[in-house]
């Protein structure tokens, strides 16, 4: 059987490097979201913790490593997230830190990179962009460049979610399911090697905006799949070129890759406000999205979703929750 690039017991092992205020996050059952989903809900909640995302799991094991082996600086392209992160995990251990970001992200996510102390260095463009050039930095300055997903330690960070759902499957009811975010890919096979190999009956179910499809349009095709652009609200899942060593352990480790509307999306970022009183980025409301679009798959069981991140800028979160309720067949932009 073909094995993906992670490693169990490194995984295990990445607990002792990442500070402890990034683990043991809540997992807990839901129940006001159930009258309107239809099924058992328990939320395992990524954003309790300084940088308010998961990608802090991922740089804690990237920043012990640097400091242990000396080196003094790092850049990596983010969306925001993994920039605040990083900036955060360095910050203790004395690292420079650059981060590459496109002019439009979101502008929360760029001011708090900024406050955690890293070089901030904006680019025309979206996400692959900015991952040029980070890529270009690194070589001319010789300092390592992090690439998200690509980086075994973003993704065996990531993977200590999955061991800690694993400690909790005895929950009543068992969750069967666990929606993951799809982005990069680094929460989805992280997440996934651990369930794959310490809970093989509960089914991976990754969840992509249509907006930005490259990575499920890659799942199902068994080959990589490009787009020219995005075009979705969940700017920390906008990505167009999959990376193919990523897709080789999401193949191995995803059951299914389903795409959601942006109505959806803005649907579910609702219903964590109002029923779980949650303020959540875009992107932590994909699971939620998944259970509306398909009620009748999921009627009946109990599904963990992965509440991702809440690094949102305030103004656009309060028109998008505070909007008439939108239909499916609503435009995008038009509607938003």
């Not at 940088?51 to 850049?75: C, I």
């Not at 005895?170 to 369930?195: F, I, K, M, R, S």
């Not at 009183?277 to 699971?287: I, K, R």
Request: hydrophobic letters at 45%; proline letters at 4%.
């Amino acid at each position: 059987m073909r094995q993906t690039r992670l490693d169990t017991a490194r995984i295990r092992a990445a607990r002792r490097a990442i500070d402890p205020v990034f683990l043991d996050t809540p997992l807990y059952r839901c129940e006001a979201l159930e009258p309107e989903l239809g099924c058992a809900v328990s939320i395992k909640l990524e954003t309790a913790n300084p940088v308010r995302s998961f990608k802090g799991r991922g740089t804690e094991l990237v920043a012990s490593r640097l400091a242990e082996d000396g080196a003094r600086a790092v850049v990596c392209a983010s969306a925001g997230n993994l920039g605040q992160a990083l900036a955060w995990s360095a910050h203790g251990r004395g690292l420079d830190v650059t981060v590459v970001a496109s002019r439009f992200a979101t502008e929360a996510k760029l001011d708090r990179v900024r406050a955690l102390g890293a070089r901030l260095e904006l680019v025309d463009g979206d996400h692959e962009t900015a991952r040029e050039r980070a890529a270009a930095i690194a070589r001319h300055d010789g300092v390592r460049l992090l690439e998200d997903s690509l980086d075994l330690e973003t993704c065996e960070g990531a993977a200590t979610i999955g061991l800690e759902l694993v400690d909790r499957l005895a929950t009543v009811p068992p969750y069967d399911a666990v929606l993951v975010a799809l982005g990069g890919g680094a929460l989805a096979t992280g997440v996934g090697h651990v369930l794959k190999a310490l809970a093989p009956g509960v089914e991976v179910i990754c969840v992509q905006p249509q907006g930005a499809p490259a990575l499920t349009l890659s799942w199902r095709a068994r080959h990589v799949v490009t787009t020219d652009a995005t075009d979705t609200i969940a700017d920390g899942v906008a990505g167009r070129f999959p990376i193919p060593a990523v897709l080789d352990d999401l193949l191995l480790v995803a059951d299914d890759a389903v795409l959601v509307r942006e109505p959806s999306i803005v649907a579910g970022m609702r219903l964590l406000l109002h029923h779980a009183g949650l303020v959540v980025e875009p992107s932590a409301a994909l699971g939620i999205a998944a259970i509306m679009e398909d009620r009748a798959r999921f009627a009946g069981r109990h599904v963990v979703t992965i509440v991702c991140g809440s690094n949102v800028d305030m103004g656009s979160y309060h028109r998008w929750v505070g909007a008439t309720p939108l239909t499916p067949d609503q435009g995008v932009r038009g509607e938003l």
